[in-house]
């Protein structure tokens, strides 16, 4: 596709000679990159089998839980591992805001432009599945995939919302310990994967979507309690949408800028002029990423702290809580469904306690931090599905079973190889002896993959249908 003369003209102000770098990489794919899920057991176990699919990684010098793929068999994104949770495909520079921001385990924390929920997921495990996480978007085609990555990835203490971001200001006015702000952009760092974005890619549009981000920028300021942090980021390169989003806040709003420091990637400090602009001069503490020099989409990220209270907002009506029925383990009706759990799989109770509850058909795992949080909204979901109601008890979800399954001390069947692994996965008929008669728990190398029944002395497969068969022994 062909490069305008004002696009070409503005990453010659940018870069210089280097855009033809840029250019080089249009419609390229570039090096996977993923990261392990710590809330579906252990990383060391995830990444053996992994390896045992025949995919081969190297972790990301200087940066914690990133790894760079570096052959596959096939698409990685049709590994049992994808499936099951264990990875997350993510780009490098995707994965820089939340470790920018740090959340951490009893942090309440909005990401206000969360779909798909790559950042929200990773936000999670940084967090220990502990806290409050409200994961917002306005799509709801968007807002579904990322439910389906939520309860993929085995996340329950995110709370999803559909509401226009900039209503978080007034509604939810200095609330939250850390904000991650990645709005909608004009997308000039992910030109490799988005071509079409030339076709329609205009100075006037950039400052459409400008004024969008500042909007959304001051809600999530209004939104941050004081001492609180809040990083903003783009996967774009325009000082409309980045440098001069931020000089806006600087120069209106208590908040400053914090050094962002990162090792193992190449970064180039935020601009303090561009043409005949100059912007405030802490906007070197911010960091741009050019796509050319890691082999990743490029980025703007920047990270303000709250330095002081704003004055309260004067809302045309009062705020009207709305009420959320939690449930305890011991409360019914959860309770008989969740005892069964225990003593069918040997799981102590104290592990359930660790959790409140909903119950509509299903068995909804959540964080006992939101049993705290003020619902001044209605959720779209929250949580994570962990087990659906029967006559008789209660069946986990394939996502509950690895949640939940690394504590059982019963009913357990461990696969002794990959190609009986092979077989579970993708519903054939299982050579192992099972022992009693029911439910049980399957795993493999000490990984819980999910559930299955004793039929007759033998195993018989529950696993999802997936939508394509999983190829594990080369």
Known sequence: MQISEGLDQLFLDLVGEQRHAIYAQIGKSLPHTIRFNPLKGSVEKQQELLRAQGFGFEPWPGLPNVYRITHQPYPIGKSLSHFLGHIYVQDLSSMIPPLVLQPQPGDWVLDVSAAPGSKTTQMAAMMQNQGVLLANDVVMKRLQALINNLQRMGVVNTVVFKWFGEQFGNQYFEQ??????????????????????????????????????????????????????????????????????????????????????????????????????????????????????????????ARLRKTDSLEPPRLKKPRKEIPIRFLSARTSPVKKHLDYLAQHFGIPAKVFNQLIYQYERRIVGISPALGKFPFWGKPVKMGLVLARIMNQGAKFTTEGAQLMGHHATRMIVELPDLKTLEQFVNRAAVDVAVSGKGQVLVSYNGLVIGYGLADNGHLKSQFPKAEWPFQLVL
């Open 176 to 301: 939250f310990d850390k904000i991650l702000l990645d709005p909608a952009c004009s997308g000039l760092g992910t030109l490799h994967k988005n071509p079409e974005v030339l076709s329609w890619w205009t100075p006037n549009h950039c400052v459409r979507l400008a004024s969008s981000q500042q909007k959304l920028l001051i809600s999530a300021i209004k939104a941050l309690r004081p001492g609180g942090v809040l990083v903003y980021s783009t996967c774009t390169l325009t000082p409309e949408e980045n440098e001069e989003i931020i000089d806006f806040a600087l120069r209106h709003f208590p908040v400053t800028l914090e050094p962002v420091t990162l090792s193992g990637i190449a970064t180039h400090p935020g601009l303090t002029r561009f043409r005949n602009k100059q912007f405030h001069p802490e906007l070197t503490k911010a960091i741009r990423i050019y796509p050319f020099e890691n082999e990743s989409e490029g980025f703007f990220v």
